[in-house]
């Protein structure tokens, strides 16, 4: 496993990182949070779907005492807290603002799942990777403190001046870097399929393959990508075995044209050690009664999830 300087800055950290991409793969003795090792041991025990808030859009303006209320009142068991929105919840909190959000939580029925950030690991310019990796490492310090699970990161495109190959091999080595920082903190980082390019099934498949991590999963994004070429199913399977966690859209009738029987069936079934059952609420249009929006989608996700 590769050691990390406690005396060493972080930049000082990623560069050596990124410039060497020396990552080894092994975890040591800490078992995953987000894994029931204990049922698994019996044989395969499919795991609990869970209805969870991503704060864009529909939770933006909510301070964290106002989400967490929201999110109680209409039986959303947690929430990914996207970084700049009104909640506050960033790296750059200070020790009392951490130990109030902490306690904030800990004294709410709803969880942290985690963090979602914008870090991003496709550009050409060597010392933005690195700057994104120190995010990164800075995020996985922050949601480890405040009880989550993870950080959401992403690809956000392909560089035309860069060989396709070589930018999604950078990605999935710089994961591998920030997947063995998050190893340490029991944290998973949660790739979301996004991207012009990069969330293309394919090239988001060869990114994992490179990334190679166990506490690297797929943020699986419900994009219309995924209907293309050999459609849904095969699209699915392929990032299967790495599946984390789930972007949903608003489920109601009528509101977004995707296979949400086909998508509940699989992730029902799923069989991927890193999968957390977490299917998070992420939607680009906003209700104009957002509590009662709420409500709907989870009658709508029961039913789905039963």
Same mark, same amino acid.
């Given at each position: 496993m590769l050691e990390f300087n406690a005396t060493e800055s972080r930049s000082q950290s990623s560069r050596r990182d990124f410039l060497n991409l020396a990552i080894a793969s /092994?975890? *040591?003795?800490? &078992?995953?949070? =987000?894994?029931?090792? @204990?049922?698994?041991?019996?044989?395969?025990?499919? !795991?609990?779907?869970?209805? *969870?808030? $991503?704060?864009?859009? =529909? #939770?933006?303006?909510? %301070?964290? !005492?106002?989400?967490?209320? !929201?999110?109680?009142?209409?039986?959303?068991? #947690?929430? @990914?807290?996207? %970084?700049?929105?009104?909640?506050?919840?960033?790296?750059?909190?200070?020790?009392?603002?951490? /130990? @109030? &959000?902490?306690?904030?939580? &800990?004294?709410?029925?709803?969880?942290? $799942?985690?963090? *979602?950030?914008?870090? @991003?690991?496709?550009? $050409? %310019?060597?010392? $933005? !990777?690195?700057?994104n990796i120190d995010e990164t490492k800075a995020f996985i310090d922050l949601s480890a403190e405040l009880g989550g699970s993870g950080v959401k990161v992403r690809p956000n495109g392909l560089p035309s001046e860069v060989p396709v190959e070589k930018t999604l091999e950078q990605i999935g080595k710089s994961l591998q870097i920030v997947g063995q920082y998050a190893a340490k903190a029991n944290q998973q980082i949660r790739l979301e399929v996004h991207g012009k390019g990069t969330q293309e099934i394919p090239n988001m498949k060869r990114i994992m393959e490179v990334a190679d991590h166990p506490n690297v999963v797929v943020c699986w994004n419900c994009n219309p990508t995924d209907l293309i070429g050999p459609g849904f199913d095969a699209n699915f399977d392929a990032l299967a075995p790495w599946l984390g966690t789930v972007h949903i859209h608003d489920l109601r009738p009528g509101k977004v044209d995707y296979p949400w029987p086909a998508l509940f069936k699989k992730l029902k079934a799923s069989e991927a050690k890193g999968f957390t059952g977490w299917c998070l609420m992420e939607d680009g249009a906003t209700p104009p009664d957002i509590p009662a929006a709420m409500l709907e989608n989870h009658s709508v996700f029961e039913s789905l999830s039963s």
């Open positions: /092994s975890l *040591g003795t800490i &078992a995953p949070i =987000w894994d029931s090792h @204990e049922a698994r041991a019996a044989g395969y025990a499919a !795991v609990p779907l869970k209805l *969870g808030l $991503v704060t864009y859009q =529909w #939770g933006k303006d909510l %301070s964290l !005492v106002d989400l967490l209320d !929201v999110c109680k009142r209409t039986h959303y068991a #947690g929430v @990914e807290l996207r %970084s700049t929105h009104r909640h506050g919840i960033e790296p750059s909190m200070n020790a009392a603002q951490r /130990s @109030e &959000a902490k306690k904030r939580f &800990a004294d709410s029925p709803v969880a942290l $799942v985690g963090l *979602g950030s914008a870090c @991003e690991y496709h550009a $050409v %310019s060597p010392s $933005v !990777v690195e700057k």
